[in-house]
């Protein structure tokens, strides 16, 4: 997640392109104190940059790992913000840290940063990478903006889908019993072994490019932060902007913009620090305490990102190269394994439940709650009686918890159960159209997802995984993995209760 940015600015004389002086944008992000700094130009294909990154891992021979996405944003001239591509060869990258490498993919989105041995959880400090550009820069006064996003491995392999037991959960159509998801395509209809979805699918089988969770993908370790909305939203122009809030970005400094009072509202700390003055675009803050400065310590730059609409989220995901996951992904991130169900279980692979809900250092880095998992029950943000909005991302999470305290997958994905509800691709016959393709780092002039078959009007979304409005009573409990509440509602607008996250396919 994104907290303050640090500038430097440099000049650079007699490049291989004449004279191109830079301004360059650093972007921190506190999630395991990942920290980006020292973004320098070495020549007119080459950027250099230093990474501190704490509590990294990879077991499993590589079956369980984390890993950070990085993308780059340039400005040439005073244009628009634009995605820089980078190359799609590994090898024209590089790092001092042997222990670690670059993955370039093949739409040259972006580079994955990883552990390259396996090993237990390690602290990586001030490692530098040599980043290779797919093209030349030419000639200009350029700006750039550096960011990176926690992102986890999710392996390969056989998984099962539903539970057999909670509301419109994914079952085989005759048994009623949770089905298996195996390297070959899911029947669809209502025979024995075949997939009820819930939906009236006019297919007999799930298409092979449709992400039904069994082959890799790697997916955002945490839901989309507010600073990382934040700044997402400083790179848009006026119009992109518009439609990617409530309040116009006109609107007096200091307003909240996520929703229509202009005031603060269920912890969305999102401000306009800047009007517009109907010509150039707004700049954006975070201001959960307003009675202090925007951008401080305690605003909560790192509180998940509520009242985010399918289009808010596809938006985000398609300008940072990323793609939505699908519900069936969303389920295979937290799968016990292939032959383990746990009936109306949660995220942490129990069917108890802790509600965090007495908050400690309210709106900073390292907000938590005082309340604790034990034994069986996990921790989590939901209930009626709670904080009234998301907590930080991670919130449960430190070097010494274990999964059920942090409230975390199998996997090491956290807040699948609670905080937000997580906007997925659904599996009706408009989620079916989707593929495994990423965003291509630009939206339209209006500031929508351009990528096909996303769907910006939400006919192929749904809603999985509960929030903090969320109840867990008895049978009753959406924020249960099977659990799909909200089957016939499609996410088309912002809700208080509402995030999400992304993913992106595995290509190398």
């Known amino acids: 997640m994104d907290s303050k940015i640090g500038i430097m600015r440099r000049v650079f004389l007699k490049l291989i392109v004449s004279v191109i002086a830079m301004i360059f944008q650093v972007h921190k992000v506190n999630a395991n104190n990942l920290v980006f700094s020292q973004l320098v130009v070495e020549d007119d294909s080459h950027l250099n940059f230093t990474v501190s990154w704490d509590n ?19 400005q040439v001239n005073g244009s628009e913000w634009r995605s820089l591509k980078l190359s799609p060869v590994s090898e024209n990258h590089s790092t001092s840290d042997s222990g670690l490498e670059v993955l370039g993919v093949e739409d040259s989105m972006g580079v994955f940063i990883k552990q390259k041995s396996t090993g237990n959880s390690t602290f990586i400090v001030s490692a530098n990478f040599r980043i290779g550009l797919a093209q030349p820069l030419n000639q ?40 298996s998801v195996q390297n070959n395509p899911t029947p669809l209809g209502i025979g024995n072994n075949q997939l009820w979805t819930g939906f009236s699918n006019s297919i007999q089988q799930i298409p092979a490019s449709y992400p039904s969770g069994w082959k890799a993908f790697y997916c955002m370790k945490y839901e989309i932060s507010q600073s990382q909305y934040m700044t997402f939203l400083n790179c848009l122009t006026l119009a992109q902007q518009t439609t990617r809030i409530v309040m116009p970005p006109t609107s007096p400094a200091g307003t ?22 109907g010509i150039n675009p707004a700049q954006f803050a975070c201001n959960l305490n307003t009675t202090n400065g925007f951008n401080e310590w305690d605003d909560g730059q790192n509180l998940a990102m509520n009242f985010l609409s399918w289009s808010d989220l596809i938006a ?38 802790v509600d965090g809900n007495t908050l400690q250092l309210d709106g900073t880095p390292a ?11 996990g921790l989590a943000n939901h209930g009626y009686s709670g904080v009234q909005g998301p907590l930080r991302c991670g919130f449960g999470a430190n070097q010494t918890n274990l999964r059920l305290q942090a409230g975390a997958s199998v996997t090491g994905v956290m807040e699948l159960s609670g905080n ?14 989707f593929g495994t393709l990423s965003g291509d780092g630009k939206l339209d002039e ?29 049978s009753f409990r959406d924020l249960a993995v099977a659990d799909r509440f909200y089957l016939n509602l499609r996410p088309s607008f912002r809700r208080n209760t509402t995030g999400g996250r992304g993913g992106r396919s595995v290509t190398w």
């Open 256 to 277: 909240f913009c996520m929703n229509s009072t202009g005031n603060l509202a269920n912890r969305n700390s999102l401000v306009i620090s800047q009007s517009s003055d």
């Open 140 to 179: 200009g006064s350029y700006s750039f903006q550096l960011f990176g996003i926690e992102m986890v491995y999710i392996a390969e392999g056989d998984f099962l889908l539903g539970d057999g037991i909670s509301n419109h959960t994914f079952k085989d159509s005759l048994s009623g019993a949770p089905i």
């Open 56 to 74: 990294s891992w990879t077991e499993n021979n590589h079956l369980n790992h984390d890993a950070v996405w990085v993308f780059v944003k340039y």
């Open 420 to 433: 937000l509800w997580e906007l997925c691709v659904a599996t009706n016959d408009f989620g079916f159209q």
């Open 316 to 353: 985000y995901l398609d300008w940072s190269g990323l793609r939505p996951i699908t519900e069936m992904e969303f389920e295979k991130i937290c799968s016990e394994g292939v032959d383990k169900v746990i009936p109306l279980g949660f995220a942490w692979g129990t069917a108890f439940s």
């Open 446 to 474: 209006q500031g929508q997802a351009d990528q096909a078959f996303w769907y910006p009007n939400a006919e192929n979304a749904i809603y999985r995984g509960g929030a903090w409005l969320s109840g867990v009573t008895g």
């Open 367 to 377: 907000e938590t709650v005082q309340e604790i998992a034990n034994d069986s029950a």
